[in-house]
């Protein structure tokens, strides 16, 4: 049946793993992936030879599966001398009777003198940790994976935007002020047109706070002579901004602008 409706009731048993799988790739948007649970799948060694594996929950080929408790894991012994990479793995299974399993297992790489590889995966494995070996000692656990975003995760990014605007016709240098109701970043967006440059000078503009750390700005740049109009844009994103607390930013233009000089602001509050 090429069109099939998953979640309800037909009469018959119809939801299979195949359904859920493909539910699931569309929604998260990845087949193979740790999303933010538990642990997150923690890895620590409790001693050379046991690992101990954090709860969590990922997706093998968009089969969900979780780990409800910490799970210990074996790891073979290292040899003097040489070096080896083993890698803990995620791994999905089918029987022929169709009995379908995730598991945790331990790769063994391979010993060797020079540089340690990773040992192969199959399509079916999804990596979660290395576990280096120098000889006999054995080197903290490296991540293989990132945690994707949750959706409430997503949903407070977007939900603490707050925009406000003012609208200025100013002579010279202007402040606009901001007062977020989150702890945020800050951009800053401001405007200004009908500008020209007094005898064909270079007008600059640029916004700035001293309250907080900019960790990007663009000045807005011309050159233009008598009543040769322009619009400058300039924007700067301003780190650290705490809930309640009012910002003054500045916008100034430099050289020698000359014109209506009509300016908008727009401050928004967003988390980068």
């Known amino acids: 049946m090429a069109f099939?409706?998953?979640?309800?009731?037909?009469?018959?048993?119809h939801i299979s793993s195949d359904d859920l799988s493909a539910l699931n790739i569309a929604t998260i948007g990845e087949s193979n992936c740790v999303l933010n649970y538990g642990d997150n799948f923690k890895l620590t060694m409790t001693n050379a030879n046991t690992a101990t594996l954090g709860?969590?929950?990922?997706?093998?080929?968009?089969?969900?599966?979780?780990?409800?408790?910490?799970?210990?894991?074996?790891?073979?012994?290292g040899t003097q001398g040489q070096k080896r990479n083993d890698l803990v793995v995620a791994r999905y299974a089918k029987t022929s009777d169709g009995i379908e399993s995730i598991?945790?297992?331990?790769?063994?790489?391979?010993?060797?003198?020079?540089?340690?590889?990773?040992?192969?995966?199959?399509?079916?494995?999804l990596k979660l940790w290395r576990v280096p070996l120098d000889?006999?000692?054995?080197?903290?656990?490296?991540?293989?994976f990132s945690v994707l975003t949750s959706l409430a995760t997503l949903r407070d990014s977007v939900s603490h935007t707050e925009v406000h605007s003012e609208k200025y016709i100013v002579a010279n240098d202007w402040i606009a002020t901001f007062t977020p109701k989150t702890d945020c970043d800050v951009f800053v967006l401001c405007t200004a047109s009908g500008v020209w440059g007094y005898a064909g000078g270079t007008v600059t503009m640029g916004v700035d706070c001293t309250q907080l750390e900019a960790i990007s700005k663009h000045v807005g740049k011309f050159s233009g002579g008598d009543t040769e109009f322009h619009q400058l844009t300039s924007w700067g994103v301003f780190r650290g901004a705490k809930a309640g607390t009012k910002y003054s930013f500045n916008v100034s233009m430099g050289g020698s602008p000359q014109g209506d000089r009509n300016m908008t602001s727009i401050c928004m509050a967003v988390n980068l």
């Open 4 to 13: 099939e409706i998953v979640d309800g009731m037909t009469g018959t048993k």
């Open 55 to 77: 709860t969590g929950v990922g997706m093998v080929g968009g089969k969900r599966f979780w780990n409800q408790a910490a799970t210990n894991l074996t790891i073979q012994s």
């Open 103 to 125: 598991t945790p297992v331990v790769i063994k790489g391979t010993p060797t003198t020079g540089t340690a590889a990773d040992p192969e995966v199959t399509a079916n494995d």
């Open 135 to 144: 000889g006999i000692s054995v080197g903290e656990p490296v991540q293989m």
